[in-house]
């Protein structure tokens, strides 16, 4: 059973900074695309930036290039989402999600190329 599980996230102010991250099991995580993803109320899931968990090759899309960081750790086959400059247009539901099906130089990110879903959590932006 494919199992990714986010957390950090919060309420910060206009400026600060949170890091994401996303456990999965090793199956889920070894060789695979994982990609970050958020979601506004009252708006559609955005993809934002992925990993090859086997290279380490990333991309981001523009809205958040120079701001968020991804990253890897693969002796915890954890993937994190580094947030920095947070704006209250920032405030969302953040998933982070896995897939195999499609390579990850695919772009841009959209959720129905993805196969798994971690629950989401939530970053709220004060300003």
């Known amino acids: 059973q494919v199992q990714l599980v986010e957390s950090g996230g919060g309420s910060v102010q206009t400026g600060g900074s949170l890091r994401l991250s996303c456990a999965a099991d090793?199956?889920?995580?070894?060789?695979?695309?994982m990609g970050w993803f958020r979601q506004g109320a009252g708006k559609e899931r955005e993809g934002l930036i992925s990993?090859?968990?086997?290279?380490?090759?990333?991309y981001y899309a523009d809205s958040v290039k120079g701001r968020f960081t991804i990253s890897r750790d693969n002796t915890k086959n954890t993937v994190y989402l580094q947030m920095d400059s947070l704006k209250p247009e920032d405030t969302a539901m953040y998933f982070c999600?896995?897939?195999?099906?499609?390579?990850?130089?695919?772009?841009?990110?959209?959720?129905?190329?993805?196969?798994?879903w971690g629950q989401g959590t939530q970053v709220t932006v004060s300003s």
């Open positions: 999600a896995t897939r195999r099906r499609l390579s990850c130089g695919v772009h841009p990110l959209r959720p129905e190329d993805f196969e798994d």
């Open positions: 990993i090859y968990t086997s290279s380490g090759s990333t």
């Open positions: 090793a199956y889920t995580y070894g060789g695979s695309c």
